[in-house]
């Protein structure tokens, strides 16, 4: 079985968000928002690491917080940088040699679900490198910088990049060693800048990315209603057949 390691890029600065609490670290009914992220990896038998990455200025205050939860996880927690792709790059420093596949999936994306996290893992096997997607549904307008419209853009063949993102290790290693100070808005431009090929796995709007408070009223509402895992129909002996 193919060794997986995920990355948590955590060390945002939840402007959009709140001045007082970052969104990671806000409860979602209950647990923390990168806690409910988490627990969808660290149970998985094909992760071997987990990697959350956090703002050096929270590192003692978090280790601190949520020391229960880092040990009882087996998460290890390294410091970010200044963009998003320096945090990335600070955890890829820290993945191990024997790893197979690097996922990198946003900490704020708390509604993930295994189903999900299976098909792109299972395309990124066979592909090298995979992300999931959503096709893009809304009418795309142009605007100038007096907000009036400009065209309408076609919306053909462009989908929404979600995580997890999914490489093999070495492909994603040499798709920053060539990143130079270049600042992508995710990994899989990065691999697109090197020549490499990023199939799209059709991912779900429910697997939402928490920006701002109104991202994190729907996510509460959508917490109950995620997909649930089947389980085996030696397990339910009386379920209806045709289901």
Not at 40 to 62: C, E, G, K, Y
């Given at each position: 079985?193919?060794?997986?390691?995920?990355?948590?890029?955590?060390?945002?600065?939840?402007?959009?968000?709140?001045?007082?609490?970052?969104?990671?670290?806000?409860?979602?009914?209950?647990?923390?928002?990168?806690?409910?992220?988490?627990?969808?990896?660290?149970?998985?038998?094909?992760?071997?690491?987990?990697?959350?990455?956090?703002?050096?200025?929270?590192?003692?205050?978090?280790?601190?917080?949520?020391?229960?939860?880092?040990?009882?996880?087996?998460?290890?927690?390294?410091?970010?940088?200044?963009?998003?792709?320096?945090?990335?790059?600070?955890?890829?420093?820290?993945?191990?040699?024997?790893?197979?596949?690097?996922?990198?999936?946003?900490?704020?994306?708390?509604?993930?679900?295994?189903?999900?996290?299976?098909?792109?893992?299972?395309?990124?096997?066979?592909?090298?490198?995979?992300?999931?997607?959503?096709?893009?549904?809304?009418?795309?307008?142009?605007?100038?910088?007096d907000m009036s419209i400009e065209e309408t853009v076609s919306r053909k063949n462009l989908w929404e990049?979600?995580?997890?993102?999914?490489?093999?290790?070495?492909?994603l290693l040499d798709a920053y060693a060539r990143r130079d100070h270049y600042q992508p808005t995710d990994?899989?431009?990065?691999?697109?800048?090197?020549?490499?090929?990023?199939?799209?796995?059709?991912?779900?709007?429910?697997?939402?990315?928490?920006?701002?408070?109104?991202?994190?009223?729907?996510?509460?509402?959508?917490?109950?209603?995620?997909?649930?895992?089947?389980?085996?129909?030696?397990?339910?002996?009386?379920?209806?057949?045709?289901?």
């Amino acid at each position: 079985m193919p060794k997986f390691a995920v990355i948590l890029p955590a060390a945002g600065k939840s402007s959009r968000f709140s001045k007082q609490r970052k969104k990671v670290f806000v409860e979602l009914k209950g647990r923390p928002v990168w806690v409910r992220t988490a627990e969808q990896f660290v149970n998985r038998s094909d992760v071997a690491q987990t990697i959350l990455v956090v703002s050096p200025d929270d590192l003692d205050w978090f280790k601190e917080k949520f020391r229960p939860n880092l040990a009882f996880m087996d998460i290890d927690v390294v410091t970010g940088g200044a963009e998003r792709a320096d945090s990335v790059q600070n955890a890829l420093a820290r993945v191990r040699a024997d790893i197979d596949f690097v996922a990198v999936h946003d900490a704020a994306r708390p509604l993930i679900v295994k189903d999900w996290i299976d098909q792109v893992f299972h395309a990124a096997e066979k592909h090298e490198a995979a992300i999931l997607a959503t096709p893009v549904t809304s009418t795309l307008k142009r605007v100038d910088g007096d907000m009036s419209i400009e065209e309408t853009v076609s919306r053909k063949n462009l989908w929404e990049a979600q995580t997890p993102q999914v490489f093999r290790r070495q492909l994603l290693l040499d798709a920053y060693a060539r990143r130079d100070h270049y600042q992508p808005t995710d990994e899989a431009e990065l691999v697109e800048r090197i020549g490499a090929t990023v199939k799209i796995v059709t991912g779900s709007p429910f697997n939402l990315k928490i920006t701002t408070m109104d991202d994190f009223r729907v996510a509460e509402h959508l917490l109950d209603a995620l997909p649930k895992e089947k389980l085996p129909g030696f397990l339910h002996p009386f379920a209806d057949e045709r289901e």
